[in-house]
């Protein structure tokens, strides 16, 4: 499995995490409930998030690198 492929399944991951995060926090806001670790998750699933989107920029600058290279 490459890095781009591994990133961008990082990506979908981390952005799935913080959609259900953040539905969970509106539910339990209206049911009263705590929402302290809903907040977690989406500071947690927006760091995982952007760490993916770091190695894909990476991950797409190296083989921009290895093609100019090749040519």
Known sequence: MNAISTAYQG???ASNRFD??????????????????????QIDSRTAFEANISVFKAADAMLGK??????
Do not use: H, Q, R
């Open 11 to 13: 990506i979908v991951s």
């Open 20 to 41: 259900k995060a953040a539905s969970s926090t509106v539910k339990n806001a209206s049911d009263g409930k705590d929402i302290l670790t809903d907040l977690v998750e």
């Open 66 to 71: 290895l093609l100019d290279i090749k040519t």
